[in-house]
């Protein structure tokens, strides 16, 4: 897309470049958070699908190294198990004649191919289109809605919202204690502390939750050391993919909003470098490898995003230690038990920021691109999306609910397109230019 991307300060605290490897010792706590950002929505989907969530982490750890190889190594993204695939996949698996889970790996497979038809199709036609229906003006909505959608995650996480019990008193001060731990650790901090305030802030909630009863760490001991995933075998149904296909654009829809708010967090326009071309083409690949074993369908991780966000380090070796740790971990029984017992408030006062983070990327961005308001067309491709993203608005098509994020941007993309109709025709009224200050 074309877009005026503005450098970041290699003088910032902490930063460290998309480029550099780092020491071992370094490297590992810093992808530890990482793994403490994605663990909890990975581990989610697989088990709301009844699937061994040992696998979705084995397979998500690979794709997101196949992703980063396909990259060039130049796109610090980590791939975790996408919340869009659920409805249909429940539809799937409960009706008769679609083969069950096996289905639905059918059509986890069929979407793998669909992005990797789109990565060809940008890299032989460019990415002119994708500038027409998602301009700064529309864009910027979109990252803010993606935020804003994640936020009541987080608060009901945290136990301010949803059925909560008796003890959602005791959850929140947690989550309060951990949110403030993390905000603190994130501008108080100095030196190689400063680049890893997510582990502090999920350590400082874990004693925190610890010390108030929420948290059963017997698990960890009856757990096996050693644990082999449980792998599924896909079989191909045309019912069971046309139910995935409103996904597959929800998820495509996610995929470039997530492209976007990355690189203006990194300070670099990875739509053009290394291309949009090769995210899609990663992303594709993982998720046929992930339908082939039985993990869930995977997507680029908003989570992630706002660690990038926070610790200024963009290192893809340390998004690449992450996937290592993943892979690990769906092996050794002990460690998966132990990050599974981080009680939800803790994970819901770290996320309060992280979605925080992410929001603000849309602000950010809008403001980067100096988008003009003064102009009523951007005036329109900024609010339009981002009320029809934050208003509650469900659009159901079969299986498949369409909100939030999604229709923002399904939205964005028909309005941008609808105005640019208008603009060939000379429908659009002469805008007026805004006085300089």
């Keep these: 897309m074309d877009q005026k991307i503005i450098p970041i300060h290699k003088d910032e605290p902490s930063f460290i470049p998309v480029e550099q490897k780092l020491p071992v010792l370094r490297t590992i706590p810093l992808s530890l958070q990482h793994l403490l950002a994605m663990f909890g929505a990975t581990v989610i989907v697989p088990c709301l699908c009844n699937v061994d969530p040992s696998i979705a982490l084995l397979m998500n750890g690979v794709g997101t190294l196949i992703y980063l190889w396909v990259s060039d190594w130049r796109i610090p993204s980590y791939l975790g198990s996408s919340f869009a695939f659920v409805p249909p996949v429940l539809i799937i698996v409960a009706s008769p004649g679609m083969g069950g889970y096996g289905g639905a790996q059918g059509a986890f497979i069929v979407f793998g191919l669909f992005f990797i038809f789109l990565s060809f199709l940008v890299y032989r036609t460019g990415v002119q289109w994708l500038n027409a229906l998602f301009p700064p003006a529309a864009m910027g909505s979109i990252v803010l809605v993606i935020g804003l959608e994640l936020a009541p995650i987080a608060a009901r996480l945290s136990g301010f919202t949803g059925n909560a019990g008796p003890e959602s008193s005791t959850m929140q001060c947690v989550a309060i204690f951990t949110f403030i731990a993390t905000v603190f650790a994130s501008v108080l ?249």
């Design 189 to 437: 901090l100095r030196g190689f502390l400063s680049a890893i305030p997510i582990l502090l802030g999920v350590l400082s909630g874990y004693c925190c939750a610890c010390t108030a009863g929420l948290v059963d760490i017997s698990p960890v001991f009856t757990a096996p050391w050693f644990h082999v995933p449980t792998f599924y075998r896909p079989s191909f149904n045309a019912a069971a993919v046309l139910i995935m296909v409103p996904a597959y654009f929800v998820t495509l829809a996610e995929h470039i909003g997530h492209l976007v708010v990355t690189g203006n967090i990194v300070g670099r326009d990875f739509i053009k470098n290394p291309g949009i071309h090769r995210s899609l083409l990663g992303d594709g690949i993982a998720n046929i490898l992930s339908g082939l074993a039985g993990a869930t369908a995977n997507t680029t991780y908003g989570e992630n995003i706002g660690v990038l966000a926070i610790t200024r380090v963009f290192s893809t070796w340390v998004l690449g230690g992450t996937a290592c740790l993943a892979i690990a971990s769906s092996f050794i029984g002990k460690i998966s038990a132990l990050i599974r017992s981080i009680p939800s408030p803790v994970m819901g006062g770290v996320s309060l920021f992280l979605f925080g983070i992410i929001a603000s990327a849309g602000i950010r961005l809008l403001i980067q691109q100096r988008v003009n308001y003064g102009k009523p067309v951007n005036l329109v491709l900024t609010s339009v999306p981002l009320i029809i993203g934050v208003s509650g608005i469900v659009i159901r098509w079969g299986a498949v609910e369409i909100k939030g994020m999604a229709l923002s941007a399904f939205s964005a993309m028909a309005l941008s397109f609808t105005l640019g109709v208008f603009h060939k025709l000379g429908w659009i009224k002469e805008e007026k230019k805004e006085r300089e200050p």
